[in-house]
């Protein structure tokens, strides 16, 4: 029996009796990372990696009964060794690593492999196993340099801020928000936040990650100068919303990997778009499945059959996992609640 099927509830461990990123309520839910399509609520235990005890206690409600462990800690249910290794995707996110009976496999949940300094770098586990992610699974998706990307940012807020409009740049309120806040040069002006970015902020920091102070964006006046200096961060929600009339005459821009295609950006309606992403991209996928030295992979969520027709070509045992994973989450917006 392979150590991880796929039920109606989510990915199971049969040995284990525990599911990971369950998409329904279950009793024992092994959590990767914080995003909306991996941590439910309704599940009676959870088990996380502990830099994420934070994110997901704010996104699932303080109560909730969760038991963290620290990256390469060991725990054992059932037979069944399971430990946490850094994915470097957000904030907590974690690989799990099973061993049962002699054999390994690793569940991936998301990952990227550049390092960013907002969580801790992802690290290659050896497994027989690797349940890998293919949200980026072609090989068009090719990532620049961050750095590069954040010199492009901080080139687009200065033009604006030189010609007295806002810079509205829409990124997902956790994980990508943050990383964007680490990356730039906040020295070119005031950052203000959506009311749904600075709760995550306040967890990041909390947990170490250095962050320039920010604003609430609501606590400033529609013709506030202050405004037309100012990058503002917000979820891609908020974008057509009442929300952004306080802003005026302002530039807008989305942060996201789907930005690469030209086309994404036209649908999107934004001035800019910066490619940058939080998942591997296609040499990440590669340079990532083939350190763990796995002679069969499972791609789950996004371009999974390019993904699995290529490693089967290389002599792998590759085959899709369906699942119910998605994009991130995005959370709402409210023009008076944020």
């Known amino acids: 029996m392979d150590l991880i099927v796929a039920r109606p509830e989510g990915l199971y461990c049969p040995a284990g009796d525990f599911y990971i990123d369950p998409w329904r309520g279950v009793d024992r839910a092994v959590i990767t990372h914080g995003h909306g399509d991996h941590a439910r609520w309704g599940s009676r235990q959870y088990l996380a990696a502990a830099p994420g005890e934070g994110v997901l206690r704010a996104r699932l409600g303080q109560d909730i009964n969760l038991q963290t462990l620290a990256y390469g800690e060991r725990i054992d249910h059932h037979g069944v060794t399971l430990s946490f290794h850094p994915a470097g995707h957000v904030l907590g996110s974690a690989q799990v690593r099973l061993e049962y009976q002699g054999e390994v496999w690793v569940a991936s949940g998301d990952y990227k492999v550049e390092p960013d300094g907002t969580c801790a770098a992802f690290e290659p586990v050896r497994c027989d196993c690797f349940i890998t992610e293919s949200t980026f699974g072609l090989p068009i998706y090719r990532w620049a340099p961050q750095a590069e990307i954040f010199a492009d940012i901080n080139a687009w807020w200065r033009s604006n801020a030189e010609a007295g409009r806002a810079s509205v740049l829409f990124a997902y309120a956790f ?78 821009a989305f942060a996201s990997g ?36 796995a002679e069969r992979v499972m791609a789950t969520h996004g371009q999974v059959e390019p993904l699995v027709r290529y490693l089967c070509e290389q002599g792998l045992d590759a085959r899709a996992f369906a699942t119910e994973y998605g994009e991130e989450d995005d959370t709402p917006v409210s023009e008076e609640s944020s």
């Open 258 to 293: 789907w930005m690469l295609l030209r086309g994404t950006r036209r649908r999107r309606g934004v001035d800019r778009g910066f490619a940058l992403s939080d998942h591997a991209d296609w040499p990440g996928l590669l340079w990532a499945i083939g350190q763990t030295g």
């Open 175 to 252: 994980g990508k928000a943050q990383r964007i806040l680490h990356g730039i040069d906040a020295s070119i002006g005031p950052l203000l936040v959506h009311g749904a970015v600075e709760p995550l902020n306040a967890v990041y920091r909390a947990a170490g990650v250095a962050l320039p102070a920010t604003r609430y964006a609501g606590d400033v006046r529609k013709n506030d100068p202050e405004l037309r200096q100012a990058l503002v961060i917000a979820p891609p929600s908020a974008g057509g919303s009442t929300w952004m009339r306080r802003f005026g005459d302002c530039s807008d």
